[in-house]
């Protein structure tokens, strides 16, 4: 399937950074697995490899998830929010997403900890 990447992005409602929110969801179980941010680059890369790419703001350059650890995230669709300004993309997790080695980020209970 041919995808117009100059359309796809300008359907995207990036912040003053030119970033827009993801939210990384497991097609398997709906499980929702991280929130990482992308920029245009990394967006476009991420539909032509169908392999999840990143922005990271604390390194400052793009990062192809899994490319150290072996955990990729293969890409199944992404969705974007009636705004236009957050992305939900459907992904099959090799391994864990969380850099600490959990299956999800979301692995702590705020009221409990």
Known sequence: MFVDL????AK???NERGMVPAIIQDVENDQVLMMAWMNEQSLRLTLETRICHYWSRSRNQLWKKGETSGHLQHVRWISYDCDADTLLVGVVQEGAACHTGNRTCFYRDLETE
């Open 12 to 14: 995207v409602k990036w």
């Open 6 to 9: 100059d359309t796809v992005c």
